[in-house]
C-alpha cells in the first residue's frame, strides 16, 4: 500500500459541500430513492413519498439546482450527472459498511501489503464471511480453511509461516493431481519444502500441477484462492499472524480481488526448481 500521494485534505473539499447537501435533508434522499433516469410526475412522488407537494416542490427544485434533477412538461428525472454521482456515492457508502463489519480483521491489523487499488475496492468483499474463533473452538478458522484445501481442485496460495498441517495437506492434494501454487514468505519457503515428500515435490513439478516461489520480501498477508473461493487473513500491528480470525467468501468479485492480490506479488516472486 502506497497512500503517500493522495492529498485527502484536497479530496475532502472537493465534496464536503456536495456530501452535505445530501445528507442534511431525509426529504432529498427520500426523493433521489424514488427518482430515476424515468420522468415522473409530482403526483406519482407525493404518492411513492408519503410528502405533502410543498415539501417534494421545494426540494425537488433545489435537486434541479444542484444538478442533479432534470424537468420537462412537469415531470421530473435524474439526469445522467446525477446517476454517476449516486453510484460512487452508493460505493462509498458499501465501502464504509464492509470496513464495519469487518472492523475486527482491520483494527489493530497491518494492511501494509494489500495493495491500493484492493484497498480502494474493498465493495467486492462484500458478501465476505468473517470467521473468528470462539470459546469452544479456537481453531475454527484453521478447521474451515482445512476443508476448503481438501475440497479445491485448483489452489493459489501466499503462505507467511508454515503451520505443521499444511505441507501434509498439499503433499496429498499434489498426489491427487490437484493444481496447486504456492508463494511463500522469504524466511519460510525452505522450510514449507523441507516438510515435505521430495519425491511428491518433484512429481509435481514434473507433471506440471505444483509450482512453489519465494517472496523477495516477507509478505503479511495469508491469501488463498481455491476453486471458487477465496480466504484472506492479516498480521496483527505487532508482528504476529492473527489466527483467530479469517475472511472468506465464494462471491466472483471477491475472488477476482484475491486473484489480483496473488498474481501481483506471484509476478514478481522467485520461481524454485525441485
Not at 484497498?119 to 478447521?143: A, V, W
Not at 514434473?206 to 498480521?235: C, H, P, R, Y
Request: some cysteine.
Amino acid at each position: 500500500m502506497n497512500s503517500k500521494n493522495i492529498d485527502y485534505l484536497n479530496m475532502y473539499e472537493n465534496v464536503k459541500d456536495e456530501l452535505k447537501f445530501l445528507t442534511s435533508s431525509k426529504i432529498r434522499i427520500k426523493l433521489l430513492e424514488c427518482l430515476s433516469e424515468i420522468p415522473v410526475p409530482m403526483k406519482i412522488l407525493c404518492e411513492n413519498t408519503n410528502l405533502n407537494y410543498s415539501a417534494i416542490s421545494n426540494n425537488i427544485h433545489r435537486l434541479k439546482d444542484n444538478g442533479y434533477v432534470d424537468s420537462d412538461d412537469g415531470k421530473f428525472c435524474l439526469n445522467n450527472i446525477a446517476i454517476m454521482k449516486l453510484l460512487n456515492f452508493y460505493d462509498f457508502s458499501e465501502a464504509v459498511r464492509i470496513i464495519r463489519s469487518y472492523i475486527d480483521l482491520w483494527i489493530d491489523h497491518d494492511i501494509s501489503c494489500i495493495l491500493l487499488d484492493g484497498l480502494i475496492d474493498l465493495n467486492s468483499l462484500k458478501t465476505g464471511y468473517l470467521i473468528e474463533s470462539i470459546p469452544t473452538d479456537i481453531y475454527r478458522p484453521h478447521n474451515i480453511f482445512k476443508n476448503i484445501l481438501k475440497a479445491s481442485n485448483n489452489i493459489k496460495s501466499i503462505f507467511p509461516f508454515v503451520h505443521p498441517e499444511y505441507p501434509i495437506i498439499f503433499q496429498d492434494l499434489i498426489k491427487n493431481g490437484v493444481n496447486i501454487e504456492v508463494l511463500c514468505g522469504k524466511a519460510i519457503t525452505l522450510n514449507f519444502i523441507e516438510s515435505m515428500d521430495l519425491k511428491t515435490l518433484k512429481n509435481g513439478s514434473k507433471n506440471q500441477n505444483f509450482k512453489i516461489k519465494s517472496s523477495k520480501s516477507d509478505i503479511k498477508i495469508f491469501l488463498t484462492v481455491a476453486d471458487e473461493f477465496m480466504a484472506f487473513g492479516l498480521f496483527k500491528e505487532d508482528g504476529t499472524y492473527d489466527q483467530n480470525r479469517l475472511l472468506i467468501s465464494d462471491d466472483l468479485d471477491a475472488v477476482k480481488w484475491a486473484n489480483g492480490l496473488f498474481d501481483y506479488y506471484n509476478s514478481i516472486g522467485n520461481s524454485l526448481y525441485i
